[in-house]
C-alpha cells in the first residue's frame, strides 16, 4: 500500500507547486497535517532546535482496538452513521466551485446562528443551499454526514499526536421542508447536537462495528444520492505554517473533487474560508422564501441559489453579510 505520494512542481515565474496524496487508512488530516508541519521544520531548519523538541508521533494502534468481546449500542446510531449509500455513476455531469467567505462574513453568520462554530454556521447554510438548489421534494428526507475526531472523546483520551485514522463518521438528517424553511440557528443546532453526543460509547460502539463488519478499508468509489451531504473540515489544520524554505504558501485547495455531494471547508490564509462545493451541473437556479414564526418580527427572507457551471456564487443570501463571493481565481 502506498502510504504518500508526493509532486513538486518548479513553475517558472518562480513559484512551487506541492501535491500530495495520502491514504486514509494510514492517517486522516490531522496526523498528515502534523506531518507536512515537521518536515517543513525539519526541511527549513527554522527554530534552530525545533525538530528536537517535536513531538513524536504515537503509533500505538491498541488504543483504537476494538473491546472484547465486541458490543455495538443500538443508541450509538442516532449519531453514529456506518454505512454510506453511493451511487457508481451520478445523475449526471459533476462540477466542483471554490467560493471565499471572508472574517466579517463569517463572524456575522455565526451570529446568526447563536454563536455556534464556524463549522456548524457554515454547514448549516450549505446544507440549506444545497437542498434548494437541486429542487428536493418537500417531504423527502435530506441527511449531512462528517468526519469527527474522536482523539479526545474517549476515555482515556487518544494523544493528539496519535499518526492514524481516529476518525468516525456522524451525522444528522431532517425533512427538506424543515431544513429549508426553519431558522438557520435550529439548523446549525442539528448539526452541534450531532457532535456533542458523540461520547466514549458512541465512539466504542463505531470500533466494535467495523471490527465485526470485518471492513477491509479500501476506498469507496462513487457519488452521494441527492438527498445526502458530506461535510469535511480542514478548518483547524495548520495549512498555512508548513515552510519547507520557499516561504509560507500563499494557497491550499484540493487538487480534485469529483464526487457529488461533498464539501470541503478550508481556511484562506487571511481568516476566511474556503467552501470547495461539487454538485451536479443541471443544478437548477432557485428562490426560497421564509417567514419568521413571529408575527412581530415577520419579515421575508430570500436564499438565492445559482447553477454551479456559470461561474456564479452557488451561496448567497439577502443579507450582505451573509453573502458568499464567486469561486477563487
Not at 496524496?21 to 506531518?35: E, P, Y
Request: glycine share 8%; hydrophobic share 40%; aromatic share 8%.
Amino acid at each position: 500500500m502506498l502510504a504518500i505520494q508526493v509532486t513538486v512542481t518548479f513553475l517558472k515565474c518562480g513559484g512551487v507547486a506541492f501535491g500530495t496524496a495520502l491514504h486514509h487508512a494510514a492517517g486522516d488530516a490531522i496526523s498528515s497535517f502534523r506531518f507536512f508541519h515537521a518536515w517543513s521544520a525539519l526541511c527549513s531548519g527554522r527554530d534552530g532546535g525545533a525538530m528536537a523538541e517535536t513531538e513524536l508521533p504515537c503509533h500505538d494502534r491498541g488504543l483504537l482496538r476494538a473491546r472484547s468481546p465486541p458490543f455495538v449500542n443500538p443508541d450509538a446510531f442516532a449519531v453514529f452513521c456506518p454505512k454510506l449509500t453511493l451511487t457508481t455513476q451520478p445523475s449526471g455531469p459533476v462540477a466542483s466551485k471554490v467560493f471565499t467567505v471572508s472574517k466579517d462574513h463569517v463572524a456575522a453568520l455565526k451570529q446568526a446562528c447563536g454563536g455556534v462554530s464556524t463549522f456548524c454556521a457554515l454547514s448549516a447554510h450549505v446544507w440549506r443551499c444545497v437542498c434548494v438548489a437541486r429542487v428536493l421534494p418537500a417531504d423527502a428526507t435530506t441527511r449531512l454526514t462528517l468526519p469527527a475526531n474522536v482523539r479526545r472523546r474517549m476515555k482515556p483520551p487518544v494523544p493528539d499526536s496519535y499518526f492514524g485514522n481516529a476518525l468516525i463518521w456522524v451525522g444528522t438528517s431532517g425533512v427538506v421542508r424543515d431544513v429549508t424553511t426553519e431558522a438557520l440557528a435550529d439548523t446549525a443546532g442539528r448539526i452541534r447536537g450531532a457532535v456533542r453526543r458523540m461520547d466514549d460509547e458512541v465512539v466504542r460502539s463505531a470500533i466494535d462495528y467495523f471490527e465485526l463488519a470485518e471492513q477491509n478499508g479500501k476506498p469507496i468509489p462513487g457519488s452521494l444520492p441527492e438527498t445526502e451531504l458530506r461535510v469535511i473540515s480542514w478548518l483547524a489544520m495548520p495549512v498555512y505554517d508548513a515552510d519547507y524554505g520557499w516561504g509560507k504558501p500563499q494557497l491550499m485547495v484540493r487538487a480534485e473533487s469529483e464526487r457529488s455531494g461533498f464539501v470541503y471547508l478550508m481556511n484562506d490564509g487571511g481568516g476566511g474560508v474556503q467552501v470547495v462545493v461539487c454538485a451536479e451541473k443541471d443544478t437548477k437556479p432557485h428562490e426560497i422564501k421564509r417567514k419568521r414564526k413571529h408575527p412581530e418580527k415577520d419579515h421575508k427572507k430570500i436564499c438565492l441559489v445559482f447553477p454551479l457551471p456559470h461561474g456564479h456564487g452557488l451561496l448567497s443570501h439577502a443579507r450582505p453579510a451573509l453573502h458568499v463571493t464567486g469561486p477563487l481565481g
